[in-house]
C-alpha cells in the first residue's frame, strides 16, 4: 500500500468517479501495516462549504487520526456549485458513488465492505447523512447491485434540515425542500451515528441536531449526540486546517469518535495493557498512550519500543539533550522534540533544537546530557506545529529507556 511522509498530505489519489466536469478523486491514507486480503474499517470525509465551495484539506488531519487506528481513511472530493455549476443534488449523488465505488473495491484495498463509515462537517455532514439515509438519486450507469449506502455515519456540525427552519432551503427545488432533508427521513433501521454540534452555531440551528438525535432514538436508532457548550460552526477543525484552532476541540472530538467506533464493534476494545498505559503515562494533551513514558509513582518505567501487540505504531522522533539523535523508529507511539527553554511552542517537525545547558526554573531543573525538554506533539492525532504543547522534562537514563518526571 502506498506510503507517505509523516506530514498532512494524503497517501495516493483514487479516482471512484468520471463526470463531464472533472475527475472526482478519494485522497487516502493508509496504516502503515494495511496489506491485500485485509478485512479493515473505511472512512470517507467530506468536506463542508455549504455545498458551494470548499477544500478536501479540510479533513486531512481527522483522516490521520483515524489511519493511526488502523482505520483505512479517505477525504473525497464532489462536484461543487460555484466550481461545476451542478447543484445540491449532484452533491448527494457523488456521495453514494463514492461509497459504492469503495465497497465495489474493497477487497483489493483490505477493507471490510460492511464496516465503511461516512464523515463530514457541515454541508459535508449532509452530503454522509444523504448516502444513508436518502432513497434515489443514484448516477445511472453504476452497478446499482453495490449498496451506495455506508454502515455507520460520523457527523460534525452537520445540516440536517434543508427547510426554513434549517440550512439552504434556498438551494433546493421549489417544493422539493424535504426531499434531501435527513430529519425528514428518519425511520427504524438507521447507521449508527454519532454528531457533533456547537451550541452557539449560527449557521446550522442547533435545534436541528438536538431534533435529529431525538428522532434518531425515538425510531429505535443508536445515535449519540455531543454538543459543545458555546462553540460555533467550525469548532472542530484541526489546526492543520484552520491555523489560529488550538486541537482543543478537535482532539476531543477525535477521541469520542474512536469510542464511538469502538462502541459498535468497528474498532476493538482497548486491551488491558492500553489501559494501564493509559492511567500510568498518558499524553498530557492528546490522550494517546506511550508506553515508554510512566508517571514515577507507577513503579513501572518502560521501554519507548512497544510490543507488537501495544498501541497502533506511530512513526516518531526521539532526541538526546543538545540536539544529538537518540532514538528513530517507525513503531514508537508517540512523538518529541527537544526545544529551547525560551520557546515552548513548537517547532518544525522533524528538526530538534539544541536544547541549552541552563536553568529554567524550579520544576524542569537544568537541562544537559541527561535531561531534556520534550515538546509533545503526536501526529496520530494530527497537531499542526502552531499548537500550544506544555514542556514536559525527561530524564534520558539508558536509551531507549526514558522516565517521565
Not at 363 to 381: E, H, N, Q, V, Y
Request: glycine share 10%; charged share 25%; proline share 8%.
Amino acid at each position: 500500500m502506498p506510503k507517505e511522509a509523516d506530514t498532512l498530505a494524503p497517501a495516493g489519489r483514487l479516482t471512484y468517479k468520471e463526470t463531464e466536469q472533472v475527475d472526482l478523486i478519494l485522497k487516502g491514507y493508509y496504516p502503515e501495516d494495511l496489506k491485500k486480503g485485509d478485512n479493515r474499517p473505511a472512512i470517507i470525509l467530506f468536506h463542508g462549504g455549504g455545498w458551494v465551495c470548499g477544500k478536501p484539506q479540510q479533513f486531512y488531519q481527522q483522516a490521520r487520526v483515524f489511519r493511526d487506528q488502523g482505520i483505512v481513511a479517505f477525504s473525497a472530493t464532489y462536484r461543487l456549485i460555484n466550481k461545476h455549476h451542478t447543484t445540491v443534488y449532484e452533491c448527494i449523488k457523488d456521495g453514494k458513488s463514492a461509497v459504492r465505488w469503495l465497497r465495489a473495491h474493497a477487497e483489493k484495498l483490505g477493507i471490510d465492505p460492511d464496516k465503511i463509515i461516512a464523515g463530514g462537517g457541515s454541508a459535508g455532514g449532509h452530503v454522509a447523512a444523504c448516502t444513508a439515509m436518502i432513497e434515489g438519486y443514484e448516477e445511472e450507469g453504476e452497478d446499482q447491485t453495490v449498496s451506495s449506502k455506508p454502515n455507520a455515519l460520523i457527523l460534525f456540525s452537520p445540516v440536517l434540515d434543508t427547510t426554513e427552519e434549517g440550512y439552504g432551503s434556498g438551494k433546493m427545488i421549489k417544493g422539493e425542500k424535504t426531499d434531501l432533508s435527513p430529519c425528514h427521513h428518519v425511520r427504524a433501521g438507521m447507521q449508527p451515528t454519532i454528531l457533533f454540534h456547537g451550541t452557539r452555531d449560527t449557521t446550522v440551528p442547533p435545534e436541528n441536531a438536538e431534533r435529529f438525535a431525538e428522532l434518531m432514538k425515538e425510531a429505535g436508532n443508536y445515535c449519540v449526540r455531543v454538543p459543545y457548550e458555546g462553540r460555533r460552526h467550525s469548532f472542530f477543525n484541526g489546526s492543520g486546517f484552520r491555523k489560529n484552532n488550538t486541537d482543543e476541540d478537535f482532539n476531543t472530538t477525535m477521541e469520542k469518535s474512536i469510542e464511538f467506533l469502538r462502541s459498535i464493534k468497528f474498532l476493538p476494545e482497548k486491551s488491558k495493557a492500553e489501559g494501564d498505559n493509559a492511567e500510568s503515562g498518558a499524553h498530557p494533551r492528546a490522550g494517546v498512550t506511550c508506553p515508554g513514558l510512566r508517571r514515577p509513582d507507577s513503579g513501572r518505567p518502560g521501554p519507548c519500543r512497544p510490543a507488537a501487540s501495544a498501541v497502533p505504531r506511530h512513526r516518531a522522533v526521539w532526541a538526546k539533550a543538545g540536539g544529538q539523535p537518540g532514538l528513530s523508529s517507525k513503531r514508537l507511539p508517540a512523538v518529541a522534540e527537544i526545544a529551547t527553554p525560551k520557546a515552548w511552542s513548537l517547532r518544525r517537525p522533524w528538526r530538534p533544537q539544541r536544547a541549552a545547558a541552563t536553568k529554567t526554573d524550579s520544576t524542569t531543573k537544568a537541562i544537559d546530557g541527561r535531561f531534556a525538554i520534550l515538546m509533545g506533539w503526536p501526529p496520530s492525532l494530527g497537531s499542526s506545529p502552531n499548537s500550544p504543547a506544555r514542556p514536559v522534562l525527561y530524564r534520558v537514563s539508558d536509551w531507549p529507556r526514558v522516565t517521565r518526571l
